[in-house]
């Protein structure tokens, strides 16, 4: 069965101050790598999709890298309204193209 | 554009009763996925649709089905509710099964 690790549960970090957050996974066949940001009372919001292993992808102050049990999500130089909970899933092979299955977040706080 | 729309925002319901959530997709998006959020935790499959064809079905009861309708809009039936099923229900769209999801919203059920 799919798994997703995320830690640490929660962060807390001051302004400016870079970090990153961990997503250990097991899968079979894994068909891609995804990295959601979720703000309270709204649905995740896409940030990347990763394939395979060695590939990163940078957003803003965000980049994203995998290896092939984990991805991290680095964050630097962080602003307040970077402050949110960060969700890890995967998608598997062929019984599992049609889902993803998410790790419980991590949530971010960033005091200015 | 508009995105992945969802009625309605909120729901009160009592143990037992009946529930029909709403999603509007993002347009041409043929793809529909439902997802349930309890607090705390990331979102859990519950099922997906492609072309009005259910595609995938996660580890939940019977009490929960869905539908697809010719224009793409899908609804979540929740039969018999019960206390757990107190949570933030998710809909997400893709252009096709496999491709990265936008979500909703969402609808946060409550049952007393």
């Known amino acids: 069965e799919d798994q997703v690790t995320q830690s640490p549960e929660a962060l807390r970090l001051q302004e400016g101050e870079s970090s990153s957050l961990n997503c250990s996974y097991t899968?079979?066949?894994?068909?891609?790598l995804f990295w959601y940001r979720q703000d309270p009372g709204k649905g995740p919001e896409f940030l990347f999709t990763l394939y395979s292993a060695g590939e990163e992808k940078e957003k803003e102050r965000l980049k994203a890298t995998l290896t092939k049990k984990e991805s991290f999500l680095h964050i630097t130089a962080p602003k307040p309204e970077d402050s949110a909970t960060y969700l890890c899933?995967?998608?598997?092979?062929?019984?599992?193209?049609?889902?993803?299955?998410f790790g419980q977040g991590t949530r971010l706080t960033i005091n200015p | 554009d508009a995105g992945v729309t969802q009625s309605p925002t909120h729901l009160i319901k009592t143990r037992g009763q009946q529930v029909t959530l709403r999603c509007s997709p993002i347009?041409?998006?043929?793809?529909v996925s439902w997802y349930q959020q309890v607090l705390g935790q990331g979102p859990q499959f519950i099922f997906q649709?492609?072309?009005?064809?259910?595609?995938g079905r996660g580890n939940f009861p019977d009490r929960f089905s869905a539908r697809q309708f010719p224009n793409y809009s899908s609804e979540l039936n929740v039969n018999a509710l019960l206390l757990g099923d107190s949570a933030l229900y998710l809909c997400?769209?893709?252009?096709?099964?496999?491709?990265?999801?936008?979500f909703g919203s969402g609808t946060q059920l409550s049952v007393l």
């Open positions: 649709y492609y072309e009005k064809e259910e595609r």
């Open positions: 997400a769209s893709s252009a096709y099964p496999g491709d990265k999801l936008f």
């Open positions: 899933a995967v998608q598997g092979g062929i019984q599992g193209a049609q889902k993803l299955v």
């Open positions: 899968v079979s066949g894994l068909r891609g």
């Open positions: 347009s041409g998006h043929k793809s």
